[in-house]
């Protein structure tokens, strides 16, 4: 039902980087609407960490990074460790969907 | 600093009415800055929208589940509500609560969550 595509999962060692993708369409990150992204850890609510494309609210570290480009977007976490072993979505809006918020199909980060 | 709490029952029939409620602090559900709405995740999958309400009432909804959904708000309580019919054990979830400070173009994230509270559909 996810619009928004992603990778099951990613995994890297500490200290490492890492990028996890995230494919709209036209509708939706290609219509121009922004992409944020959510860090979940096991056994809680999702947390926002980058908002409108490439921002960081406050207290997010800065080893987490976000980029868009056409119908996709990217969220890159450098310098990585174990406590970002978690689930991580994007999210968007899609006119096809009536401007429907549409998350995507997550991505597991494992740190070896 | 807002703080959103979930409630409602943790068991529901088929085909009966699945309700919770959301209960806001640290600010007015009549504030304009936010739209507060509902967002689930079925156990070890994905997030799934639900739908939108601002203060003034007017609702967003999932077009997939559109027409089981109602959200209303309850601004002498400062909560807003949950209600979706006709469930099946598909519906099994944890439900979350909501708010953003913007939609669609004026987006800037979903920035307040509740804890979630699992909802199992079950005879």
């Known amino acids: 039902q996810s619009v928004l595509t992603q990778p099951p999962s990613v995994s890297g060692a500490p200290g490492q980087r890492v990028t996890i993708s995230c494919t709209g369409a036209s509708s939706n990150i290609g219509a121009g609407y922004d992409v944020h992204w959510y860090q979940q850890l096991p056994g809680t609510a999702p947390k926002l960490l980058i908002s409108g494309n490439t921002n960081r609210p406050s207290g997010v570290p800065d080893r987490f990074s976000g980029s868009k480009s056409g119908t996709s977007a990217s969220l890159a976490i450098t310098g990585l460790q174990a406590e970002d072993e978690a689930d991580y979505y994007c999210?968007?809006?899609?006119?096809?969907?009536?401007?429907?918020?549409?998350f995507g199909t997550g991505t597991k980060v494992t740190v070896l | 600093q807002l703080q959103l709490q979930e409630s409602g029952p943790g068991l529901v029939k088929p085909s009966e009415t699945l309700s919770l409620t959301c209960t806001v602090s640290g600010d007015s559900i009549s504030s304009s800055s936010y739209y507060w709405g509902w967002i689930r995740q079925p156990p070890g999958k994905g997030l799934e929208w639900i739908g939108n309400i601002y203060y003034t009432g007017r609702t967003y909804y999932n077009p997939s589940l559109k027409s089981r959904v109602t959200i209303a708000i309850d601004t002498s309580k400062n909560q807003f509500s949950l209600k979706l019919s006709s469930v099946t054990a598909a519906d099994t979830a944890v439900y979350y609560c909501a708010s953003r400070r913007g939609i669609g173009y004026s987006s800037v994230g979903i920035d307040y969550w509740g804890q979630g509270t699992l909802v199992t559909v079950s005879s």
């Open positions: 999210q968007s809006s899609d006119s096809s969907l009536s401007g429907s918020e549409v």
